[in-house]
């Protein structure tokens, strides 16, 4: 589900034409990870088939993804683990909530809710930041955020398609609105770590916090804990629980989190976190080639509208950005 944030400053150096080669290499680096972040609900799907629950789900692909991130997480700190001491609150929140219940709350919603339907819920997390902002600091937002507000809660209702034939599951909005406050977390908690903390190790720390709680989650009973050998149905074919997994942790995390890392080193944070809105467009697109699944025509609109409403609001959050510089 989403990408680590780096610097605040693009890192390419040089003259203009550098800095152009450098910010599109940046975005096509960005879109390969929204494109990997983007099917992971496909691969969870495959996996809850095979009788997976998504508590077991999360906790393997965390466990599996923290320990692929170790061995670079460890070359990324040598001589410079006092930072995991100073950042250890972070670290851990980032893991319980901004990983963790973000990917569990999702992975509840995918087994009730159409995989685009879930994420384009998790993804109204940019509206309550704007919401929690304008509590925090009593200043109201300008006009072109408060109008990508109401578009996104005007895409909410349009995706919920309240008054048409398409079944939603309330509990699985919950469960996707609970998404998006995981969400809400990882970003706030993402723009408060030092600087200096390289983002593959708040990555594999966060991972590694995050399963730790899923195991407890699920060894206490707290949630169903269910792991199975069987197969799900991917692309019209048979699909083993172990390639679903295999791909869960090296695609939809190892890989987007590594691009991730890349892309916010590219494009600076606030761009590449711009771009990583085409996540919504490509998990529809991949639960419509491997699963058949695609939303009716007002859920359609309604995520245009969410997606219109969440770019109004980055757009003007870059646009205040650059004054302030």
């Known amino acids: 589900m989403n990408q680590p944030t780096g610097s605040e400053v693009p890192v390419g150096t040089g003259g203009p034409s550098a800095r152009s080669a450098s910010q599109a290499k940046g975005i096509w680096i960005a879109l390969a990870s929204s494109a990997a972040f983007g099917i ?5 799907r495959g ?9 077991a789900a999360v906790a393997a692909r965390m ?16 001589g410079r683990w006092i930072l995991v001491r100073s950042n250890w609150l972070s670290i851990m929140l980032f893991g319980l909530f901004g990983v963790g219940a973000c990917q569990l709350c999702y992975f509840l919603a995918v087994q009730r809710l159409d995989v ?16 929690v902002l304008w509590v925090r600091h009593q200043k109201r937002p300008s006009v072109a955020t408060i109008v990508g507000t109401v578009l996104s809660l005007l895409g909410l209702v349009a995706v ?9 599951d309330p509990i699985g909005v919950l ?8 969400l809400t977390v990882y970003f706030f908690i993402s723009a408060k770590v030092d600087g200096a903390l390289p983002p593959i190790m708040l990555s594999a720390g966060g991972m590694a916090v995050g399963a730790v709680t899923m195991l407890l989650v699920g060894g206490l009973g707290i949630l169903p804990f269910t792991f199975a050998t069987g197969s799900g ?18 695609i939809a995390t190892v890989f987007s989190y590594t691009t991730g890392v890349m892309a916010a080193r590219e494009l600076g944070s606030k761009v590449a976190s711009f771009i990583s809105l085409t996540e919504v467009l490509f998990a529809v697109l991949w ?3 491997l699963l058949a699944e695609l939303p009716g025509l007002v859920q359609l609109f309604g995520g245009l509208l969410i997606v219109a409403g969440v770019v109004l609001v980055r757009v003007d959050e870059l646009r205040a950005v650059r004054k302030e510089h």
């Open 40 to 44: 992971s609900g496909s691969f969870a």
């Open 47 to 55: 996996l809850f088939e095979a009788g997976w629950s998504p508590t």
């Open 63 to 78: 466990a599996g993804a923290a320990l692929v991130l170790a061995i670079p997480a460890i070359l990324a700190m040598r």
């Open 116 to 131: 685009g339907v879930a994420l384009l819920l998790e993804y109204l997390a940019p509206v309550l930041i704007v919401l």
């Open 160 to 168: 919920l398609d309240l008054t048409g034939t398409s079944k939603i």
């Open 175 to 182: 469960w996707g609105l609970g998404a998006a406050v995981g």
């Open 233 to 250: 149905s991917m692309a019209g074919f048979q699909t083993p629980w172990w390639l679903a997994l295999a791909g869960l942790i090296l």
């Open 287 to 289: 639960a419509w080639l």
